[in-house]
């Protein structure tokens, strides 16, 4: 079975460009997380989905972030404009139901570097 | 608030050697335990879990016991190998409230292991 799917795998950009992460989660997963894990603080929940609706997006860090889920098999976290302290890695996550006993599945991940 | 707490890395060890890496948490009700583990350039991948208090979680040869009355759940394996070599992750899930379904995760532990 495929796993959760990332891409891109590395970013690089620039101050102030449009970045796009894009996530394919499991197939039949009801919930959808993304996290963000840099040395400062670890790795963060910043939004989670439940059918493709936002459910908690406390730990979105500011405007410029936003994610969207048009439907079951793919999300997107986007950053406009990005900013050097954006730079981390972010993880996609995907489990069957959002209960305590459920297992979250993760993407490789993709590591944005914004110079 | 919910919280984890890892013992302070890194641990270096020769193969063979036994690992305790310990882990305790702060949590209202009764969360699920987990470990993840993650190897250099790839995502969290599920280690082990445990749902109520004295269940034993085992995978690969590692095991960590849920002990209520000490809030910990550390992890322990009894001969380590080079492979094992990566970064170790203590989480919780707590579902209720605001915290439902959210991962959070202790600062996580850098293991390295010597032939």
């Known amino acids: 079975d495929a796993g959760v799917i990332q891409s891109p795998r590395h970013e690089v950009t620039e101050m102030g460009q449009e970045v796009t992460l894009r996530c394919k989660p499991i197939?039949?997963?009801?919930?959808l997380f993304w996290y963000r894990q840099t040395m400062m603080r670890g790795l963060e929940l910043l939004i989670y989905?439940?059918?493709?609706?936002?459910?908690?997006d406390s730990g979105m860090p500011e405007d410029r972030f936003s994610a969207k889920m048009p439907n079951a098999s793919f999300s997107t976290l986007k950053i406009q404009p990005s900013e050097p302290r954006d730079s981390a890695v972010y993880f996609c996550?995907?489990?069957?139901?959002?209960?305590?006993?459920?297992?979250?599945?993760f993407g490789p991940g993709t590591r944005l570097t914004v110079l | 608030g919910n919280s984890v707490t890892q013992m302070e890395g890194p641990v270096t060890l020769s193969e063979e050697a036994f690992l305790t890496i310990n882990c305790t948490y702060t949590?209202?009700?009764?969360?699920?335990l987990f470990w993840y583990v993650q190897y250099p350039g790839e995502g969290l991948q599920l280690l082990l879990k445990?749902?109520?208090?004295?269940d034993k979680g085992s995978n690969k040869g590692f095991e960590a016991t849920y002990r209520k009355e000490t809030t910990s759940f550390h992890l322990e394996k009894g001969s380590v190998q080079v492979s094992d070599s990566a970064v170790y992750f203590c989480?919780?899930?707590?579902?209720?409230?605001?915290?439902?379904?959210?991962?959070?995760f202790g600062q996580g532990t850098i293991l390295t292991v010597h032939p």
């Open positions: 197939s039949g997963h009801d919930y």
């Open positions: 445990a749902t109520k208090a004295d």
């Open positions: 989905f439940n059918n493709n609706v936002p459910i908690d």
């Open positions: 996550a995907s489990s069957l139901a959002g209960g305590r006993t459920d297992t979250q599945y």
């Open positions: 949590a209202t009700g009764y969360p699920s």
């Open positions: 989480a919780l899930i707590y579902a209720g409230g605001t915290s439902y379904g959210k991962l959070t």
